[in-house]
């Protein structure tokens, strides 16, 4: 007479407690023999969960694990988006830059970090998809340390859900305050063309090019950069840069050069820093988004 399955499957989760990759699989399989195998019942079901852990271990196991998973750094500003698996982060990424992206009605689509330039009011800002993240992954299951090593050098996070699983965001937001990481964030909720949102996610479907475009306003903001354009002589259109505030003529100067920086007397201005149009202001005069600037140098 086996035990009651409920007791099973808690011995079942004691046994595994620290054991992962070929470890944690050798244990599964053993447990596998000595499962009743009922056809129906509560012991089916209880094997159905074995066998459901037993394949999610292996996909796990064809993550790249390391200390460290380098993303070099592009654009203005470097935005990760973080969740579950199958939160719809790949799509929405595809939807944003363009890039070609495996997708799928399942786990584990992507198992390492995908970056993409995209253009955000003229500016180009790097996304990150970072694979889905499980229980457990600032201990590191499923490669989590590595993963989230990669949020820790992002300039802020957007955390993705399913709009009909919003209950995913607390097991993410838990991993990130067991690793420490406090970052400037969005909350996103994908396939609203399926369910709606929660009144705390902005709703997003890759199918609404409007629920899109407010996507990257949001994420604009959330990059907390502002705008300047440099009017250069002998160029027809002003050329945006970006800059973290606050911000003087004398640090856009040096975007354009340290040269430039260290003869830079001051500048012309056009716009909400300036109380009029062309007023002369100093090297230490603080810029304002929107501004349009030409450098004076000595």
């Not at 000595?34 to 969960?49: F, I, Q, T, V």
């Not at 209950?167 to 937001?173: A, F, G, P, T, V």
């Not at 609203?192 to 199918?207: F, K, N, Q, R, Y």
Request: proline residues 6%.
């Amino acid at each position: 007479m086996p035990m009651p399955h409920r007791t099973f499957k808690q011995v079942i989760k004691r046994r595994l407690v620290g054991k992962e990759g070929s470890e944690r699989t050798r244990e599964l399989r053993l447990i596998l023999t000595e499962l009743p195998n009922y056809k129906n019942g509560p012991y089916a079901d209880l094997r159905k969960w074995v066998e459901e852990q037993l394949e999610e271990t292996r996909t796990r196991a064809r993550v790249i694990h390391r200390d460290s998973i380098s993303v070099q750094r592009e654009g203005a500003a470097q935005i990760a988006f973080v969740g579950a698996p199958n939160a719809g982060k790949s799509s929405l990424l595809q939807a944003l830059s363009q890039i070609q992206i495996k997708t799928g009605d399942y786990a584990f689509t992507t198992t390492r970090p995908v970056a993409a330039l995209t253009r955000l009011r003229g500016v180009l800002v790097q996304l990150v998809e970072i694979p889905g993240l499980i229980e457990g992954a600032a201990e590191d299951r499923g490669g989590g340390r590595a993963l989230l090593g990669v949020l820790r050098g992002a300039d802020a996070i957007v955390l993705c859900h399913d709009a009909s699983r919003p209950e995913e965001l607390d097991s993410i937001r838990h991993e990130l305050a067991l690793a420490g990481i406090d970052k400037p964030s969005l909350i996103v909720a994908t396939k609203v063309d399926e369910t709606s949102a929660p009144p705390e996610s902005l709703g997003v479907s890759i199918l609404d090019e409007q629920s899109l475009d407010a996507l990257r306003l949001a994420i604009w903001e959330l990059t907390g950069l502002i705008r300047v354009f440099l009017r250069r002589p002998g160029h027809r259109d002003a050329e945006p840069q970006p800059l973290r505030p606050p911000a003087t003529v004398a640090d856009v100067a040096r975007t354009i050069h340290h040269d430039v920086e260290a003869a830079c007397t001051g500048a012309r201005i056009w716009g909400p820093s300036a109380r009029f149009d062309a007023q002369r202001v100093g090297r230490d005069h603080v810029v304002a988004d929107g501004d349009t600037i030409e450098v004076l140098t000595r």
